[in-house]
């Protein structure tokens, strides 16, 4: 009889605490699911107020502050994105997704050298990752290391031939090692790997019109592609190397009436509205343009 009281006066008190513990972990999970689909409807604030949740139910969960660094990465918030992350990976050092998101905060607002150190760790967790290759290249171009920025979109083509982003990556590189026909040879690969994309359009045409190399200039070529990237996106710059274009051709009126359009534009003095207004008068001097450095590079 002692030990069925004994038995009846354990359950009583376990059972109870099992079913917290229970509640305690479904009150978790469901809260990060429903901040999943406050995130799916882009509603950033309850997204973080249900992770937020999560986190105080578990402080020792890295997801919940990881998906809590996504809400407010995409809600603009960086700073304090920066902050979730970090705390994910201080509980969990090898969360790769942790130190991609850091590393794109910190690049977007300029600290590139703290970046590196993301994507740097990033690629040692996961080395055949082809979109942190690409990122970290860009932040190599970004820092004026060409070379090293060439070898990882030569690491990014390598395993992925078809990759157009890496080739146009890469001549972009190339043209600021002023290795122009390796720079054409990538751009015209992009064009034809995607025959939509208006920065490899408008790069090459670039180079044809202004290269201070006469060999790379080639005004047919110039118009023809530069044509085709104001056909596919008619911004500022694309349109200024399209003027570029027709002076190369000896077309100067019809140059200067489109960087004339474009400083009209212009309702604020800037480095663009500048570099306009210096072509400008080279085009009503009937001279062409010879520059180094394109304004549509991205």
Not at 131 to 143: E, H, T
Not at 158 to 187: E, L
Not at 230 to 246: H, K, M, R
Request: hydrophobic residues 35%; glycine residues 4%; charged residues 30%.
């Amino acid at each position: 009889m002692k030990n069925k009281y004994i038995k009846k006066w354990l359950c009583a008190l376990i059972c109870p605490l099992m079913m917290c513990l229970h509640v305690a972990c479904n009150s978790e999970e469901s809260d990060i699911e429903r901040g999943h689909r406050y995130i799916n409807r882009k509603n950033y604030d309850r997204a973080i107020q249900n992770y937020s949740f999560a986190i105080k139910t578990n402080p020792s969960n890295p997801s919940a502050y990881y998906y809590r660094g996504l809400a407010r990465m995409q809600a603009g918030d960086l700073d304090a994105s920066i902050d979730d992350f970090s705390m994910t990976i201080k509980l969990d050092p090898n969360y790769f997704e942790a130190y991609i998101n850091r590393g794109t905060n910190l690049k977007t607002i300029g600290k590139l050298d703290e970046a590196l150190i993301d994507y740097n760790k990033a690629i040692g967790l996961r080395p055949g990752d082809l979109q942190a290759l690409l990122v970290r290249a860009d932040i190599w171009f970004k820092k004026k290391l060409f070379d090293k920025a060439i070898a990882d979109y030569d690491a990014v083509i390598k395993n992925d031939p078809k990759a157009s982003i890496a080739y146009r990556g890469r001549g972009d590189a190339y043209y600021h090692k002023n290795s122009y026909q390796k720079s054409i040879k990538d751009y015209l690969e992009t064009i034809n790997l995607n025959p939509k994309d208006s920065f490899a359009y408008n790069n090459v045409a670039w180079i044809f019109s202004t290269c201070a190399d006469v060999k790379f200039r080639d005004g047919v070529k110039a118009l023809q592609y530069s044509q085709k990237a104001v056909e596919l996106d008619p911004s500022p710059y694309n349109l200024s190397t399209l003027a570029a274009a027709y002076a190369e051709n000896d077309k100067f009126g019809k140059a200067v009436k489109i960087i004339k359009e474009l400083i009209d534009n212009e309702k604020e003095s800037n480095g663009l509205k500048d570099k306009l207004e210096s072509y400008l008068i080279l085009f009503q001097r009937n001279q062409p343009l010879r520059e180094f450095g394109s304004p549509g590079r991205p």
